[in-house]
C-alpha cells in the first residue's frame, strides 16, 4: 500500500538517470504493471490522448542506433563522439517508453466541444505531462532509473515505419530506463517564497 510518505520519496528522489543498464529483474510484465497504475493520471475532459509504446531489449536497442544514425546526419563530426557516448547510455539501459498523443481522440473532443476547440492541444500536452510524471514517479518508487528525452521530430517517420505507428500519433517524448549507473548532481532550487505566494 502506498503511504504518503513513499509518495513524498518518490517525489523528491525521482531525477534523471541518463546512464542505465540492464537488469534481467526490469521485465515486461514489471513494466506493465507500473504503467498500470500511471494511466490514473488525468487529462482534460477525461479525453485520453496519451498512448505508449514500449520498446524492450533488442527493439529499444534499434530505437538508440536509430537516433544515432539520425544524429550522425545532423552533429558536427568533432562533436559526435559525445553525443554517442551520451545515447550508449540510454542504449544500455532495459527498454525505452515511447509517449505519444492520439490526434485523432483529440479532433474527436474538438467537435464534442467545439466552444472549447483552441484549447484541447494545449490540454493535450499538459495531459502528456502528468501522463510521464506519473510513469517517472512510479519507475522511481519501483527503484528502476530512468529520464525523459526528446529526439523528436527528427525520428518521427522512421519511428512509425520500424515499429508500425499509427499516422495520426504524435511523438511526444522517449524514456529509457534501467538499472541506475550513475549518481545524479545536486539539484539547486528557487527560493520557496519566489515561487509560491499566499494570500490570507
Given at each position: 500500500?502506498?503511504?504518503?510518505?513513499?509518495?513524498?520519496?518518490?517525489?523528491?528522489?525521482?531525477?534523471?538517470?541518463?546512464?542505465?543498464?540492464?537488469?534481467?529483474?526490469?521485465?515486461?510484465?514489471?513494466?506493465?504493471?507500473?504503467?498500470?497504475?500511471?494511466?490514473?493520471?488525468?487529462?482534460s475532459?477525461?479525453?485520453?490522448?496519451?498512448?505508449?509504446?514500449?520498446l524492450?531489449?533488442g527493439e529499444?536497442?534499434?530505437?538508440?542506433?536509430?537516433?544515432?544514425?539520425?544524429?550522425?546526419?545532423?552533429?558536427?563530426?568533432?562533436?559526435?563522439?559525445?553525443?554517442?557516448?551520451?545515447?550508449?547510455?540510454?542504449?544500455?539501459?532495459?527498454?525505452?517508453?515511447?509517449?505519444?498523443?492520439?490526434?485523432?481522440?483529440?479532433?474527436?473532443?474538438?467537435?464534442?466541444?467545439?466552444?472549447?476547440?483552441?484549447?484541447?492541444?494545449?490540454?493535450?500536452?499538459?495531459?502528456?505531462?502528468m501522463?510521464?510524471?506519473?510513469?517517472?514517479?512510479?519507475?522511481?518508487?519501483?527503484?528502476?532509473?530512468?529520464?525523459?528525452?526528446?529526439?523528436?521530430?527528427?525520428?518521427?517517420?522512421?519511428?512509425?515505419?520500424t515499429?508500425?505507428?499509427?499516422?495520426e500519433?504524435?511523438?511526444?517524448?522517449?524514456?529509457?530506463?534501467?538499472?541506475?549507473?550513475?549518481?545524479?548532481?545536486?539539484?539547486?532550487?528557487?527560493?520557496?517564497e519566489?515561487?509560491?505566494?499566499?494570500?490570507?
Open positions: 500500500m502506498t503511504t504518503a510518505a513513499t509518495l513524498k520519496d518518490a517525489i523528491i528522489n525521482r531525477r534523471s538517470i541518463r546512464k542505465v543498464t540492464k537488469n534481467a529483474a526490469i521485465t515486461s510484465e514489471r513494466i506493465a504493471e507500473i504503467l498500470k497504475t500511471s494511466l490514473h493520471a488525468p487529462s475532459f477525461n479525453m485520453q490522448s496519451g498512448r505508449m509504446v514500449v524492450m531489449d529499444h536497442e534499434k530505437l538508440w542506433d536509430i537516433v544515432k544514425e539520425t544524429l550522425r546526419k545532423r552533429v558536427p563530426a568533432e562533436n559526435f563522439e559525445a553525443t554517442a557516448q551520451r545515447l550508449q547510455g540510454f542504449r544500455d539501459g532495459a527498454g525505452t517508453i515511447l509517449f505519444f498523443e492520439d490526434q485523432a481522440t483529440i479532433q474527436r473532443m474538438q467537435e464534442n466541444a467545439p466552444s472549447y476547440k483552441e484549447q484541447f492541444p494545449f490540454w493535450s500536452h499538459q495531459g502528456s505531462a501522463l510521464q510524471y506519473a510513469v517517472w514517479m512510479s519507475l522511481e518508487a519501483d527503484g528502476i532509473g530512468s529520464s525523459l528525452q526528446h529526439y523528436n521530430p527528427i525520428i518521427d517517420e522512421e519511428v512509425k515505419r515499429w508500425g505507428i499509427p499516422q500519433w504524435s511523438l511526444i517524448a522517449q524514456m529509457p530506463f534501467g538499472e541506475p549507473n550513475e549518481q545524479p548532481g545536486e539539484r539547486s532550487f528557487l527560493p520557496f519566489d515561487v509560491v505566494k499566499f494570500h490570507q
